[in-house]
């Protein structure tokens, strides 16, 4: 059975009622449910997962990487920081797909850089609470 994290990052526990205009009013449980039906339909195990620290979210991509899981990652700020989450997707032999709610490009110039996308194998941003799902898709037609 394929197996799916989906590991998200600091102030996404917010989702709803966090800047609704930027990230709309979708939550994390709701983000949850619709992964979680999605993978049920394909077969696959889905691990959903949240934190605001940034060495929990090295931890869990090591793990993934250990039990050969896809990742769905939205690192939240930590994209645009953290050399240490570049480090630990390259260390593991899976697939990463950057996921951002909002449009990251159309907004400060603080977050048009990532250090996720260098050592991702995509990135889906700006469609919402909808990008998780296609980011979902496009994880699961690329691991057939
Ligand atoms: C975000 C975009 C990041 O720039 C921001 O820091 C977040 C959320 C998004 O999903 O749009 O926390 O990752």
């Not at 850089?113 to 991702?120: D, Q, R």
């Amino acid at each position: 059975m394929k197996v799916v994290h989906v590991l998200n990052g600091p102030n996404l526990n917010l989702l709803g009622t966090r800047e609704p205009s930027t990230y709309g009013t979708a939550t994390l449980k709701d983000i949850e449910a619709a992964l979680q039906k999605k993978a049920k339909a394909a077969k696959v195990k889905l691990v959903f997962r949240q934190t605001n620290r940034e060495g929990e979210l090295v931890d869990w991509i090591q793990e993934a990487g250990a039990a050969k899981a896809g990742v769905l990652l939205n690192a939240g700020a930590y994209t645009h920081t953290s050399i240490a989450l570049h480090d630990a997707i390259r260390a593991i032999g899976v697939s990463v797909i950057e996921v951002h709610l909002s449009n990251v490009f159309a907004r400060e110039s603080f977050r048009h850089h990532s250090y996720i996308s260098p050592v991702a194998k995509g990135v889906i941003c700006g469609f919402g609470a909808a990008s998780y799902e296609l980011a979902f898709d496009a994880l699961i037609s690329h691991l057939a």
